[in-house]
């Protein structure tokens, strides 16, 4: 392979950002190294991480690349770093299936699946009309759905907060039937007292699993919770590393976990996550309310993963308002959305032919940011 001698960064709607790294023999790697709402702060960390480390260097060792890439710096970790080294691993991976002629799940051992079940997005922030939703997703052919369980929490809930949510599971659960699964996200947004409230009120409805029922930071109450419920617990998307998924897995609290490979450090280190992971018996089930690259990346993973569960993906996700998954696609049918399944992308590399002058058309027009909630006293509630 040539050196790696220039490389491109776009920031598009509705909220991503996607790296070109660029060889001397003409050859391409794309990524998507962001966290959302903070695309330039990332966009910052990728060009300081690509100028420093890897312009004029061969891209073909991505494992060296990576541990360059990580331990260069004396300070390390977090979902800045972590996701500007996610996106250009991501990029280097596609570069090296490229060179080879093969997809990356070749290079990861080779598949153990052909396609990935995956699950649609009913509801949104503050989730409303989601029986409808539900029922509208599964016509189309979805056998798995998820939705956000609340909006804003109190500290401790009222009855009438958690009665509302179990409601409105229920009436999914009575709009689609008991052979769709439904995932509830609590996403961080309770805290372990309003966390076993709801998973006490929900599970009657037989939900899927419940997802980040508390911020990452108390991790520790996932074993109390858990120990609460026969619902399975998922959480992982504002984990980072794998020493951070350790810990949880050390605790038996977690049936399903959730890296992100746009900011978990690519497909390099959530393969070792992943593989942890299966050491523990628990499942994978990538996060990615993402682009195309991001989703290619995570199908790649789910491919060679024995204990990977189910997938997320951004089709019709209430994010995309102005741009959706598709739109960023050369041949958009290599996501062919088929009885709640997606195939692999067996093309080299990611196996995404992404289309540059959409990018480039829809350039610098990314300013989202995350809303701030806050409750009826005026302090901050978490979104």
Request: aromatic share 8%; hydrophobic share 40%.
């Amino acid at each position: 392979m040539t050196e790696i001698v220039d490389y491109d960064l776009y920031a598009v709607p509705p909220r991503w950002l996607f790296l070109k790294l660029e060889c001397a023999d003409g050859s391409v790697g794309w990524g998507e190294p962001v966290v959302e709402g903070r695309a330039r702060t990332v966009r910052g960390a990728v060009e300081e991480l690509v100028e420093a480390y890897l312009l004029g260097e061969d891209p073909a060792p991505v494992a060296d690349h990576w541990e360059r890439l990580y331990r260069g710096g004396f300070y390390r970790g977090g979902p800045v770093l972590m996701s500007a080294i996610a996106g250009i691993d991501q990029a280097l991976w596609d570069l090296k299936g490229k060179h080879l002629g093969a997809p990356v799940h070749e290079l990861l051992g080779g598949p153990v699946r052909e396609r990935v079940r995956v699950y649609q997005w009913v509801g949104g922030d503050r989730p409303e009309g989601v029986a409808e939703a539900a029922a509208e997703k599964v016509d189309a052919g979805f056998t798995a759905l998820k939705m956000n369980a609340t909006p804003e929490l109190e500290r401790v809930e009222s009855p009438d907060t958690v009665d509302q949510a179990a409601e409105r599971l229920r009436t999914v659960r009575e709009a689609v039937g008991p052979e769709v699964d439904i995932g509830v996200d609590f996403h961080g947004r309770a805290t372990k007292t309003a966390a076993k409230q709801l998973a006490a009120a929900l599970e009657p409805h037989d939900p899927f699993f419940i997802e980040e029922p508390v911020l990452p930071e108390h991790n520790d109450a996932l074993a109390d919770i858990a120990a609460s419920t026969s619902t399975p617990i998922a959480t992982g998307e504002r984990m980072f590393h794998r020493t951070d998924f350790k810990e949880i897995l050390e605790t038996n609290a977690v049936d399903v976990i959730q890296p992100d490979l746009s900011h978990a450090g690519g497909i390099t280190e959530c393969h070792r996550i992943a593989s942890m992971a299966g050491a523990y018996d628990v499942s994978v089930a990538p996060h990615c309310p993402l682009g195309p690259v991001a989703l290619a990346s995570c199908l790649q993973l789910d491919a060679v993963a024995p204990n990977a569960l189910i997938q997320e993906q951004s089709l019709d996700i209430h994010y995309n308002e102005t741009s959706d998954v598709l739109d960023y696609l050369a041949d958009p049918s290599v996501f062919e959305y088929e009885d709640g399944f997606v195939p692999v992308p067996d093309d080299p590399g990611l196996g995404v032919d992404i289309d540059e002058d959409a990018l480039r058309e829809r350039d610098g027009h990314d300013d989202w940011h995350n809303p701030v909630w806050r409750r009826p006293d005026g302090s901050v509630a978490e979104w």
